[in-house]
């Protein structure tokens, strides 16, 4: 996975901070859909699938992390799948800037159930190992 912030990649000195997540998605008190962002990213003509969790933001209690993955063919690296890049798809579709995902993860693949969904809490936990350790640029 590349995890990008601000349109960077993470160097070995950053660290992700990550609590349970709750129901719902939040930044600085307003409840955001995880599904709203899910369903815009999913039109996204580059991203296959998406999933949408919350991590904690320092000033706004919580904020989004968007894990993705991309039509085969994609450049993981490419300015739009950075963080401005999202951003742009997202106001494009019609969604206020607070609805986008300050992090960003590129994946090859998600974890699973055994009847295909994708597992949150397994997104959710390695975000919390990344906190635990220096992440990898």
Same mark, same amino acid.
């Given at each position: 996975?590349?995890? &990008?912030?601000? !349109?960077?990649?993470? %160097?070995?000195?950053?660290?992700?901070?990550?609590?349970?997540?709750? =129901?719902? $998605?939040?930044? =600085?008190?307003?409840?955001?859909?995880?599904?709203?962002?899910? #369903? &815009?990213?999913? %039109?996204?003509?580059?991203?296959?699938?998406?999933?949408?969790?919350?991590?904690?933001? *320092? $000033?706004? !209690?919580?904020?989004?992390?968007?894990?993705?993955?991309?039509?085969? =063919?994609? #450049?993981?690296?490419?300015?739009?799948? =950075? *963080?401005?890049?999202?951003?742009?798809?997202?106001?494009?579709? !019609?969604?206020?800037?607070?609805?986008?995902?300050?992090?960003?993860?590129? *994946?090859? #693949?998600?974890?699973?159930?055994?009847? !295909?969904?994708?597992?949150?809490?397994?997104?959710?936990?390695?975000?919390?190992?990344?906190?635990?350790?220096?992440?990898?640029?």
């Amino acid at each position: 996975a590349v995890l &990008v912030r601000a !349109g960077h990649h993470l %160097d070995a000195s950053e660290y992700a901070n990550v609590f349970e997540e709750k =129901g719902g $998605r939040y930044r =600085g008190g307003e409840n955001i859909s995880a599904k709203e962002i899910e #369903d &815009v990213l999913h %039109d996204h003509p580059l991203i296959a699938e998406a999933a949408v969790v919350a991590m904690p933001h *320092v $000033r706004l !209690g919580e904020t989004c992390c968007a894990f993705i993955r991309l039509r085969a =063919g994609s #450049d993981p690296r490419a300015p739009e799948f =950075g *963080v401005a890049g999202i951003a742009t798809h997202l106001r494009a579709a !019609g969604l206020a800037i607070q609805k986008c995902p300050e992090h960003i993860v590129v *994946v090859e #693949d998600f974890p699973r159930t055994s009847v !295909g969904k994708i597992k949150k809490n397994v997104l959710r936990d390695e975000l919390k190992a990344a906190a635990l350790r220096p992440l990898a640029g």
